[in-house]
Structures are given as C-alpha cells and as structure tokens.
C-alpha cells in the first residue's frame, strides 16, 4: 500500500526548532509536488508549505514564512519542514500530504495524506 509517514514530533520550549520528516513508501513521489498541513485542536487543517517535484519552488503560510523551510531529497523520497522560533500557536498535527502533480498551484487535489506527527509548543 502506498503511505506516508511522519516523523519528528515532539514537545519544544516557545523559541525552539524541530525538523518534520516524511517518508513515503509503496512508490516513489519524486514526480510530485509534496506539501504539509497542520490541524490544531478545534480547527480546521490548513496549509503550511509546498515544494515542486524537483524542488525548484517552494511555497509558505504567511504564518510561517521567514522561519520555515521545506525540503525534499528526491534520491531518498524524503520530504522535509525545518521550523524555527516555534510558537505556542504552532501546537498542531502536522500531515504530509503528496498532490500528484509535479508544479504545485493554490487549492490543487491532494492525492496522498499522511497519519500525522503531533508538535507542542509550551510556553
């Protein structure tokens, strides 16, 4: 079966950082723009960040743009979101999702989602 799994949660300190992993498996994703949502308690799932097939382009929340980076090293199917100055407002459940197509655009189908990794930011 195709999945993607999720790794890195955890607990932080407000002003930390941590690095979210995702790890398909079943088959390759490297032709496809791969992104992360986040779901807090009460609220909606929401978009977070993009990057295309071959990580020329990349895309952000303004609630996490200047301190996020997402990566991907196509050679390990693996898709990265490093965040710095973590906020207690960032306590979410961060998904990876696949979107099967190679350019990311606004609101495009997403394919493939992750179980999720929960992050906590206390203050």
């Known amino acids: 079966q195709v999945q993607l799994v999720e790794s890195g949660g955890g607990l932080v300190q407000a002003g930390g950082s941590l690095r979210l992993s995702c790890a398909p498996s079943?088959?390759?994703?490297?032709?496809?723009?791969m992104g992360w949502f986040r779901q807090a308690p009460g609220k909606e799932r929401e978009f977070v960040a993009a990057i295309d097939w071959n990580g020329d382009n990349t895309y952000y929340a303004d609630s996490v743009r200047g301190r996020s980076t997402i990566s991907r090293d196509n050679n390990k199917n693996t898709v990265y979101l490093q965040v710095n100055s973590l906020k207690p407002e960032d306590t979410a459940v961060y998904y990876c999702?696949?979107?099967?197509?190679?350019?990311?655009?606004?609101?495009?189908?997403?394919?493939?989602w992750g179980q999720g990794t929960q992050v906590t930011v206390s203050s």
């Open positions: 079943g088959r390759t994703f490297s032709s496809y723009a």
């Open positions: 999702a696949g979107f099967c197509f190679g350019v990311y655009y606004a609101d495009m189908p997403r394919c493939y």
